[in-house]
């Protein structure tokens, strides 16, 4: 990593933006909705012109989803915009970009992971906003690095593992969508390879995919972290049908992370050894 000059995290309250803070510490310099209007195409200029970066981790998105289907431009602005505003000046100032895409690119009608090659066919607004997004950075900035993850979790914000804990806390029997498999994936993980391989200074770019490792569906997520909190796991599965949604979501959004494990000669810890250590960190924050 270039000591000179400056790491630039976008969407830095958010979850991975949280996590990046915790390890980058001072050799970054971090900004949110509050800080900069990223949507605004001459503030981005300005203040991209008036700083030295070296990279730019932009995790700044929409992710309410089914709030999309409603603000289709907030939602557009966010995950188009932005990444177009960071992505336009990359080559001229000469920093290079990791966005943060998702596994909602891809319809779920697989039945093996995802790999990088597969055809992203977006069922949701979300989706379709977060591929647009991918298109427009490799137009602008083709040496950029794609990160595409989901179902994300961390000891920082509001997410699924806490909104469980919650609930289980309260004693209250849970409904969770058994059908929709994919791979929680704890935030550290993801952070820890974006500072250590991303950073490193032996710059890769193109798409990549990265989860932590094994399968789960959202009811064997829900059961593991009650489990692993030692609270009662009164969880009743159910299916998608039951639980209906404004957006549609992938059945199957597992990813097949062969090439990141091959490209950077890394392994990665199984989603349940990542959620025991987050639950751990839970644990710890709060005294």
């Known amino acids: 990593m ?7 995290v976008t969407g830095s309250n958010g ?26 195409r001459d503030a981005v200029e300005a203040f991209m012109r008036s700083a030295d970066f070296a990279y730019v981790v932009n995790c700044a998105a929409y992710t309410a989803v089914d709030r999309a289907e409603e603000e ?7 995950n188009i915009d932005i990444v177009e505003n960071l992505a336009r000046l990359a080559d001229e100032l000469d920093y290079r970009i990791v966005h943060i895409s998702t596994d909602y690119v891809f319809d779920g009608h697989a039945y093996v992971p995802y790999s990088e090659s597969a055809k992203p066919e977006p069922m949701s607004v979300y989706g379709t906003t977060k591929r647009k997004g991918e298109t427009a950075l490799l137009g602008l900035a083709p040496g950029s690095m794609i990160i595409r993850t989901g179902w994300l979790y961390s000891s920082f914000g509001h997410n699924f593992v ?3 804990l919650d609930k289980g806390r309260q004693g209250a029997r849970l409904r969770v969508v058994a059908d929709q498999i994919g791979t929680p994936t704890y935030a550290t993980d993801l952070a820890g390879f974006i500072v250590d391989h991303a950073l490193s200074g032996h710059w890769t770019g193109g798409i990549f995919h990265f989860s ?9 997520f829900a059961v593991a972290i009650l489990e692993e909190a030692g609270l009662p796991a009164d969880v009743i ?11 549609t979501r992938p059945q199957f959004s597992v990813l097949d992370k062969s090439k990141v494990k091959a490209v950077f000669s890394i392994t990665i810890p199984h989603w349940r050894s990542s959620l025991r250590r987050c639950m751990q960190q839970i644990v710890s924050s709060n005294g």
Do not use: F, H, N
């Open 72 to 78: 289709k431009l907030a939602c557009a602005q966010a």
């Open 212 to 220: 932590d490792e094994g399968v789960a569906s959202w009811y064997d």
């Open 2 to 8: 270039d000591s000179e000059r400056k790491i630039l």
């Open 162 to 164: 806490k909104t469980i």
């Open 237 to 247: 599965p159910i299916a998608t049908s039951d639980y209906p949604t404004a957006a």
């Open 15 to 40: 979850q991975l933006g949280s996590e990046l803070r915790r390890l980058l510490g001072d050799r970054a310099v971090y900004v949110d909705r509050s800080d900069l209007d990223l949507t605004d």
